[in-house]
C-alpha cells in the first residue's frame, strides 16, 4: 500500500562531518538528490562524502536486496 509521510528535507552544503541523517528523508543540493526511505542512514565522513547505511529491518525488500554499487 502506498502512502504519504512528512519528510525532513536537508540542504547538503549545509551538513558537515558528523552529521547523521535518518530516513525518511530527502537530502538536496544543486546538482543531486538523495532520497532516503525509512530504515537507512545518511552519514557525513571527515571529508564530506555521504555514506547510506541500512539501520534496521524496516528497509523496504528493493533496497535490502540491492547492490553495493561504486560510482567512479
Not at 18 to 31: D, T
Not at 45 to 56: C, F, M, P, R, W
Request: net charge negative.
Amino acid at each position: 500500500m502506498k502512502e504519504y509521510r512528512n519528510t525532513d528535507i536537508y540542504q547538503m552544503e549545509k551538513l558537515s562531518c558528523g552529521n547523521v541523517v535518518s530516513g525518511p528523508a530527502i537530502i538536496e543540493s544543486s546538482n543531486t538528490t538523495v532520497v532516503l526511505p525509512p530504515g537507512a542512514a545518511y552519514t557525513v565522513d571527515k571529508y564530506l562524502n555521504g555514506l547510506i547505511t541500512k539501520t534496521d529491518a524496516a528497509v523496504p525488500d528493493a533496497i535490502r536486496s540491492a547492490d553495493r554499487i561504486s560510482i567512479v
